[in-house]
């Protein structure tokens, strides 16, 4: 199957810095990816929606400022949070579409998820 | 808007006894539906999916899901658990027809398997 890479897996940075977590489709080109955010114990909540080559679009309440995405190839993209805080620190989890069009053969593949520990 | 409920935060089940996970949604058009496996601090796995036809879906593991329009449920069974089954378990429900559009997710169900 198809394989969605995300990394680093787990990250501690100090409060005021930045850090850029990387999602990438390993054997297939990905127009969209989704950067999801969870919270412990909690469901998965989309925060953007990752288009190569133009500019992400942010879910209700998601800061875009904040959350910065970077769609720059078809393999790649990238979710960097600016400024972190301790409140930023969650389990962020990218997904990439790879086809157009739900089919029989057609799923959202997720990375493994990125753990930020903000200090 | 549309909504997944997993009404059941956490089940604990024996070792080889039965398993049934709810799940019921909120979408008014045909609903594209989903099970996700997440082991801690794992990605999430798929599971098994509907799109249309057979309302009774198998997937990996030994898993099965029935959607239920009457009922606006997609619940996920299993006959027997195995200990390695012990997760957390997301349904979720496909917003539209194109592979560009994310999922909504429940809250998820904790899974625990006791000897």
């Known amino acids: 199957g198809a394989v969605v890479s995300q990394h680093p897996s787990r990250v501690i940075c100090k409060s005021g810095t930045s850090v850029k977590i990387e999602c990438r489709s390993l054997?297939?080109?990905?127009?969209?990816m989704f950067w999801y955010r969870q919270f412990p114990k909690q469901s998965l909540m989309l925060m953007a929606t990752?288009?190569?080559?133009?500019?992400?679009?942010?879910e209700q309440g998601v800061e875009k400022d904040k959350f910065l995405i970077n769609h720059a190839s078809l393999t790649l993209s990238t979710l960097t949070v600016t400024s972190a805080h301790p409140e930023d620190s969650s389990f962020y989890i990218c997904s990439a579409a790879k086809d157009r069009a739900f089919g029989m053969n057609t799923e959202a593949f997720f990375g493994q998820g990125t753990r930020l520990t903000v200090v | 808007a549309q909504s997944v409920t997993q009404p059941d935060i956490h089940i604990t089940v024996s070792e080889g006894a039965s398993l049934e996970l709810r799940c019921n949604y909120s979408y008014g058009a045909t609903p594209y539906l989903f099970w996700y496996v997440q082991s801690p601090g794992q990605g999430l796995q798929l599971l098994l999916k509907?799109?249309?036809?057979?309302?009774l879906v198998q997937g990996i593991k030994g898993f099965e899901a029935e959607f239920k329009r009457s009922q606006s449920s997609f619940n996920l069974r299993k006959p027997s658990v195995h200990w390695s089954d012990a997760a957390e378990y997301f349904c979720?429900?496909?917003?539209?027809?194109?592979?560009?559009?994310?999922?909504?997710f429940g809250k998820g169900t904790r899974l625990s398997v006791i000897a």
């Open positions: 509907y799109f249309s036809g057979d309302t």
């Open positions: 979720a429900v496909g917003l539209g027809l194109s592979g560009n559009t994310p999922l909504v």
């Open positions: 054997d297939f080109q990905a127009t969209t």
């Open positions: 990752s288009n190569e080559g133009s500019k992400a679009t942010y």
